[in-house]
């Protein structure tokens, strides 16, 4: 049996710095209330990463630009300085305080450095929070660049704090409001809508769903963010999956994850039926699952528990 959960809303802001909906008819649950603050120099003391003392690449010139819409885009020079090894890769973490919240991002910056010559840069760019977006400007993002190599633990590069406009400071941000969690991970707020998208000579449902998970603890290097849906119609189910985030090992305790997921955009999925939405931590080589949140897409309206 499922049932509907209050909706709870927290704004406001903070910005200090280290060391120097389109639709209508959304159905939503929010468990926030139960969430505290982290401690207030705002460094998170839980995930620490070993500083490249022989880095193989070598940043330079870390430029920042947050979007009228909230959106994030960073571009850097990259320096090959030695052999990196084979699928040796740059990660890049964001960490944005947005309102009351601090909304975390991990991506891998698609530069192959096991390819360049010694000695070679690339100007690279890439952007974060593509998922679901950030939900508001936010006051100030802290980056964290990671070299990482095959089967190896992750070295920091750099880290770096945003503070509005070109203002980046070398070192991690301090009053980034962290919030405290009872359990390891959560999902802290969901909603679900049908979308009517052109497809051909025929306009076709999907069902979009978004959601924002909070971290309590470090998570397991080797976890992904598994997200499933299955429909079912006078019996009839269709079973869709997707993994929208990966790259957990670099999220700390209070940290927030806002995340999209489209499902059915290209079959469509009919306005009658209901869908189980399941969130789980799936171990990318063992493919091991444990479920963490369980919904029901019925009538319009997204609520806690299965369907069934």
């Given amino acids: 049996m499922s049932r509907s959960l209050p909706i709870t809303l927290f704004l406001s802001s903070v910005c200090l710095c280290a060391g120097c909906d389109k639709l209508g008819g959304n159905a939503q649950t929010d468990r926030n209330a139960h969430a505290s603050r982290s401690p207030a120099d705002g460094v998170d003391p839980t995930t620490t990463f070993v500083r490249s003392t022989d880095p193989a690449v070598e940043l330079h010139n870390v430029s920042v630009d947050v979007g009228e819409d909230a959106s994030v885009t960073i571009e850097f020079s990259a320096k090959r300085i030695k052999e990196p090894g084979e699928n040796a890769k740059i990660h890049v973490k964001a960490a944005c305080q947005v309102g009351d919240d601090v909304l975390v991002d991990a991506i891998t910056v698609f530069a192959w450095p096991d390819q360049w010559d010694d000695g070679a840069s690339k100007q690279l760019e890439s952007a974060l929070f593509t998922s679901a977006g950030l939900p508001g400007s936010p006051s100030l993002c802290e980056f964290r660049f990671f070299f990482k190599r095959l089967m190896r633990e992750p070295e920091l590069l750099k880290d770096l704090c945003w503070t509005g406009g070109s203002s980046i400071?070398?070192?991690?941000?301090t009053g980034l409001e962290r919030q405290k969690?009872?359990?390891?991970?959560?999902?802290?707020?969901?909603?679900?809508?049908?979308?009517?998208?052109?497809?051909?000579d025929d306009d076709k449902k999907s069902l979009r769903t978004n959601y924002t998970i909070l971290f309590g603890g470090p998570m397991p290097a080797d976890d992904l963010i598994h997200a499933k849906i299955a429909c079912t119609v006078n019996d009839d189910e269709k079973v869709e999956e997707h993994f929208p985030a990966e790259w957990l090992g670099y999220m700390a305790s209070g940290e927030k994850m806002a995340l999209s997921s489209s499902f059915f955009t290209a079959e469509g999925v009919d306005s009658s039926a209901s869908c189980d939405f399941i969130v789980e931590l799936q171990n990318r080589f063992t493919a091991e699952a444990k479920v963490f949140g369980e919904f029901c897409f019925a009538d319009g309206t997204m609520s806690e528990g299965t369907c069934g």
């Fill in 169 to 173: 400071d070398d070192g991690r941000c």
């Fill in 181 to 200: 969690s009872s359990e390891r991970i959560e999902v802290v707020s969901v909603n679900g809508q049908l979308e009517t998208r052109a497809y051909g």
